[in-house]
């Protein structure tokens, strides 16, 4: 590998909104970082994702194209 040419890598301190907390080794000079959601507090990791069919649109998406499949 070249010398000199290699970004120096920090360990940051992250903290989640949930309480969360964990070290990543990234190329920035911060020495912390506050983040909203993490793969503990997330919705899509945690299985508590919800599909939320307003006014009827998957209904209609259906009824529209679902003559289609056949």
Same mark, same amino acid.
């Given at each position: 590998?070249?010398? /000199? *040419? ?7 301190? +992250? ?7 964990? =070290?990543? &080794? ?7 970082? /506050? *983040? ?7 919705? +899509? ?7 939320? =069919?307003? &006014? ?15």
């Amino acid at each position: 590998m070249k010398k /000199n *040419i290699h970004p120096k890598c920090n360990i940051i301190k +992250f903290k989640c909104a949930c309480g969360n907390q964990f =070290d990543l &080794s990234l190329a920035m000079e911060s020495k912390a970082l /506050n *983040i909203e959601v993490c793969n503990e507090c997330h919705p +899509f990791y945690t299985g508590q994702q919800k599909i939320i =069919d307003s &006014s009827g649109r998957v209904d209609n998406f259906y009824k529209k194209f679902g003559k289609l499949k056949q």
